[in-house]
């Protein structure tokens, strides 16, 4: 039982802290929120992809470095304080992991050493409307090799050059891998509630796509990416909230009011205290989770949801109470509380909503519940 | 106890209903550009509408007729209001005068040249701001710096003043400063009323989180205002400030915007695990979490009404209905996004459901919990003023304010 990273595990992410508080500034955030159109800081993500951080989990053979997922966590976590504006979520934790986990071994050995290099941009394209996804309402078809519907949001999609897509044939629901570069795509980028991390449609018209890898049952394959996924943006989202929380702090402590500091009124030490108290929620379960990623252990869908639910609900909690605790200056443009607001909603809808993953988290629950029973494990 | 029309209120709020239909605005000749609060054609409409309103006697209806009101009672004035509601024709630009400021004015002056600016007003003819809050006074709001010194029948009033909602549009202000910086903090203050065109006030737009510039910053450079402009007496300022502020807080409890009944419409048009939203369980009980609170504050402003009706002012509890408005919009615009999954990122008119309204409620919401007093002022006084807990050790009292400790 070890609940810490080790001390080459902190010795990388304080290289990432120094890194991103260097590169990635709040500023950088903010340059891409006034000018949306670009989508991402493109220098910082080239920067990135020579830190060779999008290969951290990536298997030496397919051009990775191998780090290992409980470093990505950490990479994760100082990204997500640094609200970098960068498609290392989409490329990283769903482009990548469809592929390792879904992926031919031709398609591997093809896309994964770009991945992992940062010169190729991925994502992960599923949703198609409001509300929940099942398999009757997906209606992006795959037919004689080619893709036909549209994806709406895609997050990266206006920037990313492949992507893996959810689409039905005769047989169901697949996973699909697509060149967005290629014929029969095109896409229009929106706006939405996170400017800094960009969002498309993506419609394909004939598109030339491939299975990836073997055909299979795609809802429950794009299930299990985004378990994994799940773990990596709980990371991101206590990175924020954490920042959040100290940014939170640290106004507390030069702003008067009532000739006092206003940390000093129980009202605000009370508040911050919470704030502390869901983020350490929310680490509990994103550590146990990168543990159930790190050692694909059993237990990896119930600490996913668990990991997934608490940290959208830490973040959306600090990120909120931030500018409460700023007063006015904290509901204008020009301070930064809204930065992570912004974020936070976005990594909490990002792979569906917390409401999706309560019903997940209790489903796989029940059958922890009746597996322990079988077994005669009693607890 | 009685929480349906008497036969009387009931043919009023028919007589009302019809002409509201007849001579409402129609607000379909705007773009969806221009039918945003603050665009120039949003505001010529309100102002047509508002003149029609006092014409017919539909203004302030609870004034007295002498300053342009009908002389009618506090309830007709509130089903007026639902009834505008209803017809989706109630604008917010002359809310802070005729509000706040205004009866605050005419508590406080008895002098013609003042109390000439209460029917211009209520005709819609001249709007009216709230110049109070400072970079350093905002919770609290007897911490006011801006100086106003006398000089023969003037005072010279230098200062900044900070977050004046519509300060951009205004024709008038009213204005808060410090007349004597060597008595304790709430005993050294001074109200004015100013016209927003004074040279040496300068406004300033502040652009804020959810990207509209409704907020601005006033600063105040030699602004000379005569005497005859001062509310209330000198270094009584704080009087003038506690009556607005109680105006204010009674009518932000009061609760506007998305209601449970669009919340409603969403969630029947967004897919569920089965069916949609509107038939999932775990909405449902959020909904019914959502309804008796949201009702509540509906009802509770009924208390408000019931209170005003008997000549008295609101009292402290209605602290109780601006904490739970702001907090409970706040979560409902939250839940609709969610409730949509990662669609609900989206927040352009053309891709998101209902136009973006709750995305863009989402964004506004943060405001709602700090403007017209915080959630935390709002504890305090639901926990000194109606429990009697004994208040915070104060350091700032009894003390000159020049000696009172300050940070940023
Ligand atoms: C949308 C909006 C519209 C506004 N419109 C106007 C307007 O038209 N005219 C105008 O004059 N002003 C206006 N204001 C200003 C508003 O009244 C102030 O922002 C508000 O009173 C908070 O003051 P502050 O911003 O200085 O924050 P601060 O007072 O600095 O508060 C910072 C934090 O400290 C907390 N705090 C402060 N004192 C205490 C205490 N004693 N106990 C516990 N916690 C405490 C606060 O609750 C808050 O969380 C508006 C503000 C907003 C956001």
Redesign the interface.
């Known amino acids: 039982m070890n609940f810490d990273y080790s001390d080459e595990q902190k010795a990388l992410k304080d290289q990432a802290r120094r890194f991103l508080s260097a590169e990635s500034p709040l500023s950088a955030a903010r340059a891409v929120l006034e000018n949306p159109a670009t989508g991402y800081d493109s220098a910082l993500w080239k920067k990135i992809g020579e830190q060779g951080w999008c290969g951290a989990a990536i298997p030496e053979v397919y051009g990775g470095h191998e780090f290992g997922y409980v470093e990505l966590c950490a990479l994760a976590e100082e990204l997500g304080r640094a609200l970098a504006p960068v498609p290392f979520a989409s490329s990283v934790y769903q482009f990548a992991e469809s592929l390792l986990h879904c992926g031919s071994e031709a398609q591997k050995h093809a896309l994964l050493p770009q991945i992992a290099s940062g010169a190729l941009i991925g994502t992960l394209a599923?949703?198609e409307?409001?509300?929940?996804?099942?398999a009757e309402?997906i209606e992006t078809k795959y037919e004689n090799g080619t893709l036909h519907g549209t994806k709406?949001?895609v997050s990266d999609g206006g920037i990313a050059q492949r992507a893996v897509v959810l689409a039905r044939d005769d047989n169901g629901p697949g996973l699909y891998l697509v060149d967005l570069e290629g014929g029969g795509v095109s896409r229009r980028t929106?706006?939405?509630?996170?400017p800094t991390r960009g969002?498309a449609?993506i419609t394909f018209d004939g598109a030339p796509a491939e299975p990836l890898g073997k055909a299979q049952d795609g809802l429950a394959q794009l299930a299990r990416i985004h378990d994994r996924a799940a773990i990596l943006l709980a990371f991101e989202q206590i990175g924020g909230a954490d920042r959040a929380l100290e940014m939170a702090r640290d106004y507390a402590l030069?702003?008067?009011?009532?000739?006092?500091?206003i940390g000093s009124?129980q009202?605000?030490k009370h508040?911050l205290a919470d704030v502390f108290v869901k983020n350490e929620v929310a680490r509990a379960n994103a550590y146990y989770g990168a543990w159930a990623l790190g050692s694909n252990a059993a237990q990896l869908p119930v600490a996913a949801a668990a990991a997934r639910v608490a940290a959208s609900q830490a973040f959306?909690f600090a990120s909120?109470e931030n500018?409460?605790t700023h007063?006015?200056i904290?509901?204008?443009?020009?301070?930064d509380?809204?930065l992570f607001?912004?974020r936070a909603?976005?990594l909490?809808?990002?792979?569906?909503?917390?409401?999706?993953w309560?019903?997940r988290l209790t489903t796989a629950l029940q059958r922890q519940l009746a597996a322990e029973q079988a077994q005669g494990i009693a607890a | 106890m009685n929480f349906d029309d008497s036969p009387e209120e009931a043919r009023y709020r028919a007589t009302v209903r019809t002409w509201i239909a007849a001579n409402a605005p129609d607000m379909g000749g705007l773009s969806a550009d221009e039918q945003r609060n603050w665009h120039p054609a949003h505001k010529a409409i309100a102002r047509q509408w508002q003149a029609a309103k006092a014409d017919a006697g539909y203004a302030c209806i609870s004034w007295p007729k002498a300053w342009g009101g009908a002389g009618g009672t506090a309830i007709e004035e509130a089903i007026f209001n639902q009834e505008e509601v209803r017809a989706g024709v109630q604008f917010t630009y002359f809310m802070t005068g005729l509000h706040m400021l205004l009866p605050a004015l005419m508590e406080h002056n008895e002098d013609d040249l003042s109390l000439a600016r209460i029917p211009p007003a209520v005709r819609g003819e001249e709007i009216w701001c709230q110049l109070f809050s400072e970079p350093a006074s905002g919770s609290d709001s007897a911490g006011i710096r801006s100086q106003a010194v006398r000089d023969g029948d003037n005072w010279v009033v230098n200062g900044q003043k900070v977050w004046n909602s519509g300060a951009q549009i205004a024709d008038y202000g009213m204005l808060v400063a410090r007349t004597d910086a060597d008595l304790p903090k709430h005993k050294g203050l001074t109200a004015f009323w100013v016209d927003m065109k004074t040279p040496g006030l300068q406004v300033r737009p502040i652009k804020v989180m959810s990207g509209e510039a409704e907020l601005n910053e006033v600063f105040l450079d030699n602004v000379h205002i005569p005497d005859t402009q001062r509310v209330g007496a000198v270094n009584g300022g704080w009087k003038v400030v506690i009556s607005t502020l109680m105006n204010e807080r009674a009518a932000l409890g009061s609760g506007t915007g998305l209601s449970w009944r669009d919340v409603m419409r969403l969630a029947a048009q967004t897919p569920a695990w089965e069916g949609s939203a509107i038939d999932d369980p775990a909405f449902r009980e959020w909904l019914a979490d959502y309804y008796v609170n949201v009702e509540a504050i509906r009802l509770l402003s009924f208390r408000t009404l019931t209170s005003l009706s008997r000549g008295e002012a609101p009292g402290p509890a209605s602290s109780a209905g601006k904490l739970l408005w702001s907090n409970k919009t706040q979560e409902m615009a939250s839940e609709a996004v969610d409730l949509q999954g990662h669609f609900g990122l989206l927040d352009g008119s053309d891709d998101a459901l209902l136009h973006g309204a709750f995305q863009h409620r989402f964004l506004w919401a943060p405001g709602l919990r700090l403007g017209g007093g915080t959630d935390e002022i709002m504890k305090n006084i639901i926990a000194e003023r109606v429990l009697g807990l004994p208040a915070d050790i104060r350091v700032d009292k009894d003390v000159p304010f020049r000696e009172i400790p300050h940070g940023r």
């Open positions: 599923f949703t409307g409001p509300g929940v996804l099942t309402r709406i949001p929106l706006s939405s509630i996170d969002t449609s030069e702003r008067y009011a009532f000739g006092r500091q009124f009202a605000i508040k959306w909120k500018i409460q007063g006015g904290g509901f204008t443009w020009e301070a509380c809204h607001y912004r909603r976005h909490g809808l990002v792979i569906g909503s917390p409401r999706d309560k019903r």
